[in-house]
T-cell receptor, first 113, second 116 residues
């Protein structure tokens, strides 16, 4: 049982480049989330999805896009990378929305130079 | 919107001593509160939650948390700290998503360092 798998683990991007952060879960969870973690700032919600085909913006969506074509996958797309997007990105999933069933991936550390 | 605050960036404690990591909350209605732990280069792991009932909640790895409504606090505690407890701890509160359903809103985190 892999849980939530994120790839890549590390990436360095140049300003203006684009990339997709992959997230997959094998628990048949309906809810999936993308958070970014910045030092001293906690985790901020970027986008979320309550099921296949349904996505919505979180607190800090600018510069990102998502899709949810299947229950398992929830990729996060960065277009025109900027230094402000240097962060650690976490994908999480949960069956329902009560918070305790969050399973987190191990994170992607992204540096934009 | 619901929020939580963690007033300490770092807590240092000697192994074997009791530890407390503080969290206060601001919510409308009844709070659903959580503690998560993050070890280096790992994702967050669930420790415990308070939804209703007993004010003392027991969780994983010997941790417990005390819900105090009058002080709007939800402090994490452990009677005897271990070096292996050294990690980043996040308090969180359940908040509503505008499109329906819920999400977690996290505090800024407290780094716990347990020394020999």
């Amino acid at each position: 049982n892999a849980g939530v798998t994120q790839t890549p683990k590390f990436r360095i991007l140049k300003i203006g480049q684009s990339m997709t952060l992959q997230c997959a879960q094998d628990m048949n969870h309906n809810y999936m989330y993308w958070y970014r973690q910045d030092p001293g700032m906690g985790l901020k919600l970027i986008y979320y999805s309550v099921g296949a085909g349904i996505t919505d913006k979180g607190e800090v969506p600018n510069g990102y896009n998502v899709s949810r074509s299947t229950t398992e996958d929830f990729p996060l797309r960065l277009e025109l990378a900027a230094p402000s997007q240097t962060s650690v990105y976490f994908c999480a999933s949960s069956r329902g929305g009560d918070g305790s069933g969050y399973t987190f991936g191990s994170g992607t550390r992204l540096t934009v130079v | 919107a619901q929020s939580v605050a963690q007033p300490e960036d770092q807590v240092n404690v000697a192994e074997g001593n009791p530890l407390t990591v503080k969290c206060t909350y601001s919510v409308s209605g009844n709070p659903y509160l959580f503690w998560y732990v993050q070890y280096p280069n790992r994702g967050l792991q669930f420790l415990l939650k308070y939804i209703t009932g007993d004010n003392l909640v027991k969780g994983s790895y010997g941790f417990e948390a005390e819900f105090n409504k009058s002080q709007t606090s939800f402090h994490l505690k452990k009677p005897s700290a271990l070096v292996s407890d050294s990690a980043l701890y996040f308090c969180a509160v359940r908040d509503q998503l505008k499109g329906g359903g819920n999400k977690l809103t996290f505090g800024t985190g407290t780094q716990l360092k347990v020394e020999l």
